[in-house]
């Protein structure tokens, strides 16, 4: 439902829209054969900046219930990369906060407990948080104890006084799935130790205008964050941005935040806030262009496979990711110039795209059918992808990479 336009964080009404993507359907509701017929909910997809503390956020709040527990099919452990980041994370982590079996670590968003998991290997106590059933259920089954519920104060509460306070949080691209900001980083707040550290990821909202990310907007993600804006949101809560770490090849480009509850800021932080400022990304004239660059960019995308199509090439997809669901929705793009979509998540495998209700099937249809091209979807995966796809490629297949700019590999 549309919301009072007030900033997510600091609730001033000072939102400034400047992309609008149309009316789409939720990106992770995939959709049963069976029930191809019946209506799918389309939801505006609108998006601001805040004048006052320069947050971007969508304007459209989705129950997060139907976004997470009735229709979310994302689990972690089917890409082989984040595994592997992952487990550097927690084993550096390991050593660098010298963490052993009276250490506790928290997870929020823990999914199928991918990462959880090399911390208990260690012996060193771990608790997740996922409201989503599926991938809740799935941990357990690796032995991850999880909290099937919605993070905030109240669990935070009850979390603190069952375990005591964490000597870890961490929150990987679940920050921009919160509607409620302030009450996810107040109970953060009141869970971590005096001298704990919290860690979050999610991408990184220059990177997103730069390259030109839009297909990385979606329901599910509420707000897209800078340092500026994470530095302001959690300073409200009383704790500080220390030190920024930079991924360039993760989604796009992803941030990780060190967070504590004492100040001790970092030169590297100290230089991101700074070259923000420069940069202007604290001012609505940084984002006031950028629907005119994805105009471009779909003219392009949509007038290429068109093309391709009409000089009789057959056409694939690669990824039924919720970038995907947007990139197809938006551009119009259905079963008249793609054929089927594949992906390795076999939950997702047997379903159609939303909106454009493209079938999806396993990895294995591009070399049982041998399309001319593939799009490729998950971008922010494409080594691991042109890596695991080499025989595809080998047999003359091409990919199309459809940001920055479309791009055939």
């Given at each position: 439902?549309?919301?009072e336009?007030?900033?997510?964080s600091?609730?001033?009404?000072a939102?400034?829209?400047?992309?609008?993507l149309?009316n789409?359907?939720?990106?992770d509701?995939?959709?049963?054969?069976?029930?191809?017929?019946?209506?799918?909910?389309?939801?505006?997809?609108?998006?601001?900046?805040?004048?006052?503390?320069?947050?971007?956020?969508?304007?459209?709040?989705?129950?997060?219930?139907?976004?997470?527990?009735?229709?979310?099919?994302?689990?972690?452990?089917?890409s082989?990369?984040?595994l592997r980041h992952?487990?550097?994370?927690a084993?550096?982590?390991?050593?660098?906060?010298?963490?052993?079996?009276?250490?506790?670590v928290?997870?929020?968003?823990?999914n199928?407990?991918?990462?959880l998991?090399?911390?208990?290997?260690?012996?060193?106590?771990?608790?997740?948080?996922?409201?989503?059933?599926?991938?809740?259920?799935?941990?357990?089954?690796?032995?991850?104890?999880?909290?099937?519920?919605?993070f905030?104060?109240?669990?935070?509460?009850?979390?603190?006084?069952?375990?005591?306070?964490?000597?870890?949080i961490?929150?990987?691209?679940v920050?921009?799935?919160?509607?409620?900001?302030?009450?996810?980083?107040?109970?953060?707040?009141?869970?971590i130790a005096?001298?704990g550290?919290?860690?979050?990821e999610n991408?990184?909202?220059?990177?997103?205008?730069?390259?030109?990310?839009?297909?990385?907007?979606?329901?599910?993600?509420?707000?897209?964050?800078?340092?500026?804006?994470?530095?302001?949101?959690?300073?409200?809560?009383?704790?500080?941005?220390?030190?920024?770490?930079?991924?360039?090849d993760?989604?796009g480009?992803?941030?990780?935040?060190?967070?504590?509850?004492r100040?001790?800021?970092?030169d590297?932080?100290?230089?991101?806030l700074?070259?923000?400022?420069?940069?202007?990304?604290?001012?609505?004239?940084?984002?006031?262009?950028?629907?005119?660059?994805?105009?471009r960019?779909r003219a392009?995308l949509?007038?290429?496979?068109r093309?391709?199509?009409?000089?009789?090439?057959?056409?694939?997809?690669?990824?039924?990711?919720?970038?995907?669901?947007?990139?197809?929705n938006?551009?119009?793009?259905?079963t008249?110039?793609?054929?089927?979509?594949?992906?390795?998540?076999v939950?997702?495998?047997?379903?159609?795209?939303?909106?454009?209700?493209?079938?999806v099937?396993d990895?294995?249809?591009?070399l049982e059918e041998?399309?001319?091209?593939v799009?490729?979807?998950a971008?922010?995966?494409?080594?691991?992808?042109?890596?695991?796809?080499?025989?595809?490629?080998?047999?003359?297949?091409?990919f199309?990479v459809?940001?920055?700019?479309p791009?055939?590999?």
């Amino acid at each position: 439902m549309s919301r009072e336009l007030k900033c997510r964080s600091c609730g001033e009404p000072a939102l400034r829209p400047f992309l609008s993507l149309g009316n789409t359907p939720l990106a992770d509701a995939l959709v049963l054969p069976e029930r191809v017929d019946e209506p799918e909910g389309r939801f505006p997809l609108d998006v601001a900046f805040c004048t006052g503390c320069s947050l971007v956020q969508i304007l459209e709040e989705v129950p997060p219930e139907q976004l997470f527990v009735d229709n979310y099919l994302y689990f972690s452990s089917f890409s082989d990369e984040l595994l592997r980041h992952s487990r550097e994370h927690a084993l550096g982590l390991i050593d660098q906060r010298e963490l052993g079996p009276e250490s506790l670590v928290v997870e929020l968003a823990s999914n199928d407990g991918y990462l959880l998991r090399n911390f208990a290997d260690k012996g060193i106590a771990v608790a997740g948080v996922d409201p989503a059933p599926d991938q809740a259920e799935a941990a357990e089954a690796a032995g991850i104890p999880t909290i099937k519920e919605f993070f905030g104060p109240e669990l935070a509460r009850r979390m603190r006084a069952d375990l005591g306070p964490a000597d870890v949080i961490i929150a990987n691209n679940v920050m921009a799935h919160v509607p409620d900001l302030n009450g996810f980083v107040e109970g953060m707040s009141l869970l971590i130790a005096d001298d704990g550290l919290i860690t979050v990821e999610n991408p990184y909202v220059r990177e997103l205008i730069r390259h030109c990310e839009f297909d990385t907007i979606y329901h599910e993600h509420f707000c897209y964050f800078s340092c500026t804006a994470v530095d302001a949101l959690v300073r409200r809560h009383g704790l500080f941005l220390n030190h920024v770490e930079f991924f360039p090849d993760l989604h796009g480009g992803t941030l990780r935040w060190h967070i504590g509850p004492r100040e001790d800021v970092s030169d590297v932080a100290a230089q991101y806030l700074d070259q923000e400022r420069r940069d202007g990304l604290d001012t609505f004239e940084y984002f006031a262009a950028f629907a005119e660059r994805v105009d471009r960019i779909r003219a392009g995308l949509v007038d290429q496979l068109r093309q391709l199509r009409g000089d009789g090439a057959t056409i694939a997809a690669y990824g039924a990711a919720a970038k995907g669901s947007t990139l197809l929705n938006y551009m119009g793009i259905g079963t008249d110039l793609v054929d089927f979509v594949v992906d390795r998540n076999v939950h997702k495998q047997g379903r159609l795209m939303p909106g454009v209700h493209i079938p999806v099937r396993d990895t294995s249809a591009l070399l049982e059918e041998q399309p001319d091209y593939v799009l490729m979807l998950a971008w922010n995966f494409k080594d691991e992808i042109l890596s695991q796809q080499a025989e595809y490629r080998r047999r003359g297949g091409k990919f199309i990479v459809p940001i920055p700019n479309p791009e055939i590999l």
